[in-house]
């Protein structure tokens, strides 16, 4: 018990011995006189309240200001026609970044150490980021896919070896809807990032078909045929032309490739029908259209 007690003594001692010991300190408070107290108490109060008013007012007009920065940056983003998708993500980035900066300032008024504050915040968000990882690299991918556009709702695209119309934008994925009807979530960290194909951002298309005639066709007849069947739909542009040509002979036919223009929103329509009148006119007009076959010599 004895060995126990012995630290403490030798720590009160020290403390004693000192120069900005306890007992200097009592030392120090027995020469004020109730005046001094009084005067030292009213003034730390008058300063405290300062502060805090001060603080008060600060994050009053702060918040008054902010609110007036949103108005402005909404009537710039109307202005400039940006979509609404990412206007609205880009205020609130606005409010929440304005209304931290604000939060700290009023704290370092009122005379708390801000460095430990933010030093939470930051370690916050670096715990954060490495947990979400992933859903951050979406959520930067939709930011650019907002911004850059790439492709809107409404436009048929094929990306990341899908394609269907795109249904919905979010921060996160696109929505595509197939043409089966099924509902496609492809996340935006990946579209940001691959080769999208926009069948929808060019307002014409080309139309490319390959059709096969028997050897012995006579090719200006069958050439002429063709032409009749595009002249006569009012889908196929005239202005770029259409092209028509011999394009290979292969073992069994030979083979012609048609091309032509058609506005994006015709051409599943165009394709489907040339081929069709294209069967039943050769049939009519008695062109052969041959099938795979080989040839035996006997000797």
Do not use: C
């Amino acid at each position: 018990m004895q060995e126990a007690v012995e630290p403490v003594k030798e720590a009160v001692a020290d403390s004693l011995q000192s120069p900005t010991s306890l007992k200097d300190l009592i030392v120090s408070m027995e020469a004020l006189t109730l005046e001094d107290v009084v005067d030292k108490v009213v003034s730390g109060t008058l300063s405290a309240l300062a502060s805090i008013v001060l603080a008060v007012l600060v994050f009053y007009v702060g918040r008054w200001l902010i609110k007036k920065l949103e108005r402005i940056i909404h009537k710039i983003f109307e202005r400039k026609n940006v979509d609404a998708s990412l206007a609205s993500f880009l205020g609130s980035m606005f409010s929440i970044v304005a209304m931290f900066i604000l939060i700290i300032t009023v704290i370092g008024i009122l005379g708390i150490n801000t460095s430990s504050f933010i030093a939470l915040f930051a370690s916050a968000g670096v715990a954060i980021g490495m947990a979400l990882s992933g859903t951050l690299q979406n959520f930067a991918g939709g930011v650019l896919v907002l911004l850059l556009k790439p492709y809107k709702v409404g436009d048929y695209i094929e990306a990341q070896g899908q394609s269907g119309t795109v249904k919905a934008i979010t921060l996160f994925s696109t929505v595509l809807s197939t043409v089966d009807n099924k509902n496609i979530i492809l996340p935006n960290g990946a579209m940001s990032t691959g080769i999208i194909n926009n069948y929808s951002k060019e307002s014409l298309r080309r139309v490319d078909q390959v059709f096969g005639v028997a050897y012995g066709e006579d090719y200006d007849n069958v050439k002429q045929v063709i032409s009749e069947i595009l002249d006569a739909d009012p889908r196929v542009l005239k202005e770029p032309a259409y092209f028509i040509g011999l394009n290979s002979m292969e073992a069994s036919s030979i083979n012609i490739v048609v091309r032509m223009w058609v506005k994006s929103e015709d051409y599943w329509g165009v394709y489907f029908d040339t081929n069709e009148k294209v069967y039943k006119t050769f049939a009519q007009k008695g062109i052969e259209i041959p099938f795979p076959q080989l040839d035996v010599h006997m000797k």
